[in-house]
């Protein structure tokens, strides 16, 4: 094979893994970037409704958004596919100290009735 069908043999190969390379990360980004679904529990504490029936639960959307967590608030639920973050305050300024700042999908954890979250 002369030297010039040997460079063109080796660009192409070149460009090809170029292209490939760029597309992977590309597609990782659009996966992150996906808003996260299911929802959010949060158990009140009895006493702080009135009912028969038990305590309703408040279900919340998972959002990168500040949320307050609502009087009387004492155990989350994270159903979403997102990682929650837990805050001292209600205006997510004050993070909780690991290992209480955050819990995975699927897990829960008790809260401060005073506190916020968000996914992220």
Known sequence: MPIPSR??????ALTAALAAASAAPAAGAAER?????GKIIVF????????WAGTRLKEYSPSPNCQSLPPG??????ESTARLRFYSDPFCAIPVPPPFSSISP???AHVSPTGSFRTG
């Not at 460079?7 to 192409?12: E, H, I, P, Y």
């Not at 970037?33 to 679904?37: I, Q, R, S, V």
């Not at 009895?46 to 009912?51: A, D, H, L, M, R």
């Open 7 to 12: 460079l063109a043999t080796v660009a192409t």
């Open 33 to 37: 970037l996906a808003p996260p679904e």
């Open 44 to 51: 009140v504490t009895e006493g702080t409704q009135i009912s």
């Open 106 to 108: 699927g897990y829960g």
């Open 73 to 78: 608030a004492h155990v989350v639920v994270n």
